[in-house]
């Protein structure tokens, strides 16, 4: 199991000083000497504690950004039909057959 980490009052001081200044997470773990996952726990529990749990979050200044737009639901989607053009590349996105046209009917008669 590992040993925890005992943090000294200068570098909690330098975590804060830091991360007010702006400095990203992995800049401030190579100061203090500590991987860069221990030192944002104990960085965003400093910022929680001195009243500041928004410095946790993010370090952005401006407003946030706009969701993306969700896809419609299944209900108000239109239904595509079999071997459309649009279904066959959905269908194949990604596979050998990307980019090829989808094949013909040729009527149930030879399916069945």
């Known amino acids: 199991m590992p040993r925890p980490i005992q943090w000294m ?3 909690d001081a330098m975590i804060l000083r830091m991360r007010d200044a702006g400095e990203m997470w992995d800049d ?8 860069r996952n221990a030192t944002k726990d104990r960085g965003k529990l400093l910022l929680i504690l001195r009243g ?8 952005r200044t401006g407003p946030a950004a706009p969701k993306p737009e969700a896809p419609p639901s299944i209900v108000e989607r239109p239904t595509l039909p079999p071997l459309s053009d649009e279904s066959w ?13 989808p094949p013909k009917f040729q009527g149930w008669g030879r399916l069945l």
């Open 28 to 35: 401030i773990a190579a100061a203090v000497g500590h991987s």
């Open 52 to 59: 500041t749990p928004e410095g946790a979050l993010t370090r």
């Open 89 to 101: 590349r959905l269908i194949c996105a990604g596979t050998c057959l990307a980019g090829d046209p």
């Open 9 to 11: 009052p200068e570098q």
